[in-house]
């Protein structure tokens, strides 16, 4: 961080000169970051503008850029990205690295508030993932988000051309098979806006989650999505036949609430190779009607769920955050950044009073946070009550809800071997036929220790499970008779000299996926040390794994390897 970092504007005043103009072209989220159609209100935080805008840059960089990077990309000075950037990696948001930065696992509480206050993915999700089983096909479900449809679900199939989309991904409704659909009830101010957008970008170039048109946009692509639209409406189901690319094809059909309008829409996604678009309609349509059939009985029965815990008092840490770190704290971002999290499942919609209670914040601080996230449109309010948009999702949801847990343990191994001086690793039961003795741990991940002699273990390297510590603290969850008291511990059994300590990694329902460990030469720590010493530490790193495992994994998978 700089050494005297500028100092921050008052957090309703425009931005100077140096830090306006993050982007010429805008994004397929709204006009350039930072600079919404129209002015700002004047009770908008600026900071909260420039914050949200460094997010949005990582997003679409797919979750990493340099320091440099953001700040051409945003247009902001770097002292201001620095505050920023230091900001977001107190809250967990980010992980600076040099002078790179990553989005963390721990940001997809934004959108997890959004997709829990929704409801759709919790009742659905299990419908659509049935589906995609019985049909050995791809299934998503997509919400509306203005003139885009926006992904909230995704039951891929594994196979060298499969779906690519993630949740979270913006796409222009006239190249999807939803978009039609969705349609169907645009008003006349929806349909100017959706001409003046494609007027605007007659190739898609804001959509990064979409091939760019080869050509501008023609009347009679317009006009053709204005008839695939009337089609919808008198059909019930839309198709799209290669729209987004060559070969893609998909069937949607909408999931109405119980009044009747377009709730979100499930699609079946293949390829030409597998299916024709015509082929899609005569064959898999029916199934796929069916699925929605279940999935509305699913919607129009359950009850709205009783609102959760609230995460009260979100805001209580930042003062001591401001304190710690003095200048390179942007308190007010932080703060804003929090209001987010006061909605979740049984809050979709809240009051200004709510808002302040839930995340312990002053009554202005939290309007003026408000004021800003409507403005942005991420954000919506009706009847005094404020509620979330899909447009949260683009906080990024799309690049992390693709990680994987060795991704999500590596920045923690890294710590973690810096503090003891070991060598740490990442172990998971082999999925792999059995070998001779029996089940076998695979190395997913490791950072090795920077000394002379040091436990040579590469990512993939295969293990009997019982010899090892990782093995047997993977054995004990599995049902295998193998002692464990929270670690196991491996005295010179797989190799003289090795001694080897590991701790359980458990998922959201409790169940052990996977083994943090350390290895190292016997005379450098005595058993008893290993557990005085090593256990803790590990113990540390393991919780810190599995609460951005838990993030992550709310509503979505994340593989193992």
């Not at 317009?222 to 008198?234: K, L, P, Q, Y």
Request: negative net charge; glycine residues 6%; proline residues 7%.
């Amino acid at each position: 961080m700089p050494a005297n970092p500028t100092p921050e504007p008052p957090e309703g005043a425009a931005p100077p000169a140096d830090e306006q103009g993050a982007r010429a072209g805008g994004t397929a989220d709204g006009p350039p970051v930072g600079q919404p159609s129209g002015a700002a209100p004047a009770e908008a935080v600026t900071p909260l503008i420039r914050g949200l805008a460094v997010l949005r840059e990582l997003t679409d960089a797919n979750g990493t850029l340099s320091l440099s990077a953001l700040e051409r990309a945003t247009g902001l000075a770097r002292s201001t990205v620095d505050r920023i950037t230091a900001t977001l990696a107190r809250m967990g948001y980010v992980r600076v690295d040099g002078r790179d930065v990553f989005l963390a696992p721990r940001l997809m509480e934004l959108g997890n508030a959004y997709l829990a206050a929704l409801r759709l993915p919790a009742l659905l999700s299990p419908h659509a993932d049935a589906l995609a089983d019985e049909l050995d096909e791809s299934v998503s479900l997509a919400v509306a988000d203005r003139d885009g449809i926006r992904f909230i679900h995704q039951a891929t199939r594994r196979r060298a051309m499969s779906l690519s989309f993630r949740i979270g991904d913006l796409l222009p409704a006239e190249r999807t098979a939803p978009g039609p659909l969705f349609a169907t009830e645009w008003t006349a101010a929806d349909w100017q806006r959706w001409r003046e957008r494609r007027a605007a970008d007659p190739r898609d170039l804001s959509y990064t989650a979409v091939p760019p048109r080869t050509r501008g946009s023609a009347p009679a692509d317009d006009e053709d999505f204005v008839r695939r639209t009337e089609e919808a409406s008198a059909n019930g189901w839309a198709l799209d036949d290669q729209l987004i690319e060559p070969g893609l094809v998909a069937i949607s059909v909408p999931v109405r609430a119980g009044d009747g309008k377009v709730a979100c829409v499930a699609s079946v996604v293949s390829h030409t190779s597998r299916h024709t678009a015509h082929g899609l309609r005569e064959t898999l349509l029916p199934r796929l009607r069916s699925a929605v059939t279940r999935m509305e009985e699913e919607l129009h029965r359950t009850p709205p769920p009783e609102p959760g815990p609230r995460p009260a008092d979100l805001a209580l840490w930042t003062g001591a955050s401001k304190l710690q770190l003095g200048r390179d704290f942007v308190e007010s971002l932080a703060r804003g950044l929090t209001v987010l999290t006061a909605f979740g499942e049984g809050r979709p919609r809240l009051t200004l009073t709510e808002v302040a209670q839930a995340t312990g914040l002053a009554r202005a601080t939290a309007r003026r946070a408000l004021i800003t996230y409507e403005h942005l449109g991420l954000v919506t309010t009706a009847d005094r009550a404020f509620a979330l948009t899909p447009r949260v999702l683009s906080l990024g949801f799309p690049p992390l809800s693709r990680t994987t847990l060795p991704e999500i343990a590596q920045p923690h191994l890294a710590a973690l071997t810096s503090r003891i001086h070991e060598s740490t690793a990442l172990a998971v039961l082999s999925d792999a036929v059995l070998s001779d003795a029996g089940e076998e741990i695979q190395y997913t991940a490791r950072v090795a220790t920077g000394r002379v002699m040091s436990v040579n273990i590469t990512v993939g390297t295969r293990l009997p499970a019982h010899a090892t510590a990782s093995g047997r603290v993977l054995l004990a969850d599995a049902g295998t008779p193998v002692h464990t008291q929270g670690y196991a511990l491996v005295d010179e059994e797989l190799e003289e000299g090795l001694r080897s300590l590991a701790v359980p990694i458990r998922d959201r329902e409790g169940k052990v996926v996977a083994a943090l460990s350390t290895a190292m030469h016997a005379s450098r720590h005595s058993a008893h040390e290993c557990v005085t010493a090593l256990v803790p530490e590990l113990t540390a790193t393991a919780t810190h794994i599995e609460s951005d495992l838990h993030t992550a994994s709310r509503f979505t998978h994340v593989p193992l390897t």
